[in-house]
């Protein structure tokens, strides 16, 4: 018998818990009210684009030809493959496959580096031609109001790159965790966790890529 | 020990290769349909792709379907309220003026008539 058994690290229901269930229970519904917490946060600069397309409706189609749609979409397909990733990793940890978890972990990661750098190489074109927000807008337009959708558009992709970055290091770190053998079926919470995460982001990035890219 | 702990749910791996392709599919089909011009439908098309595509990230990626019903209980709740800020201000922006007389004032946002010294 020479079967290689996979070593997993016990672990401890903190005291304040019934049982295990009980402890994973409340992280979920914590991590749910964390995540509407989220969307309504985002929703504000919904609201602020939705009001100024509703005022600038000709200004809006005008200033989104400048972005490309096919970095959008190949960042849409990033983002939605590193989803699936992310849920198989999450698959992964609940029957207790070791080296599957940190392989889709790791597929994940590297698809949220695809979409950073694909958004490096947007921004820096936007700002050599000068298509940014307020004052500092130097690009060519028919309208004087165009400074305000690249306002819109630095700050909704700005802060959804924010969490990208954030998830990144989320996933990192579980990957660093999963290596020693921390999660398995019995405890896979933080995984859980950060998957919901990471679906969220995927979730704004949803609703994003249809209103800067494709019909401004 | 172990043999007590009630396991979850554990979806076969066929529902997220499902999931993906779809969202696959529908990324493309909102691509394709942007590339026409529908008028006014533009945004109801986009958005409505786009919430099929959230739905399917919401009930398979983010397992809602198979989970306890209160996580859905809060994320609905936490959407009708993200539905009321976002709908009244469309409301807003969309009809003001309709009903009471109102003036331009500078950015193009219409203000209510002012009679200040008519109340007093």
Known sequence: MTTKVTQFVKHQVAHHF????????AAKLGMWAFLIQEIL???????????FRAMYPAMF??????LSWQLGGLNTIFLITSSFTMAMAVRSAQVSQKNKLILFLVLTFLFAGGFMCVKYVEYMTKIHHGY????WFFGTGTFDTEPLFFGLYFTMTGLHGLHVLIGMGLIAWLIIRSNRGEFHKDYYTPVEMVGLYWHLVDLIWIFLFPLLYLIG | MASQQHHHHVAPVKYYVATFATLLALT?????????????????IAM?????????????????????KINAVFFLTG??????FIGFCVLDIGYRGDTD???????????PVRHAEAEH
Not at chain 1, 61 to 66: F, Q
Not at chain 2, 33 to 41: K, L
């Open chain 1, 41 to 51: 946060f985002f929703g504000g600069l919904f609201v602020a684009y939705f009001i």
């Open chain 1, 61 to 66: 189609v005008e200033a989104h030809h400048h």
């Open chain 1, 132 to 135: 940014l927000p307020a004052k």
């Open chain 1, 18 to 25: 019934d049982n295990a269930e009980h402890e994973f229970d």
């Open chain 2, 28 to 44: 493309i089909l909102t691509v394709a349909v942007a590339q026409f011009d529908f008028g006014a439908m533009n945004i109801v």
């Open chain 2, 101 to 111: 007389p109102v003036e331009s004032l500078q950015y193009g946002v219409k203000v």
């Open chain 2, 48 to 68: 409505g792709v786009a919430v099929c595509k959230a739905s399917l990230v919401l009930m398979f990626f983010m397992g809602l379907l198979w989970d306890k």
């Open chain 2, 79 to 84: 959407l009708l309220f993200l539905g009321l």
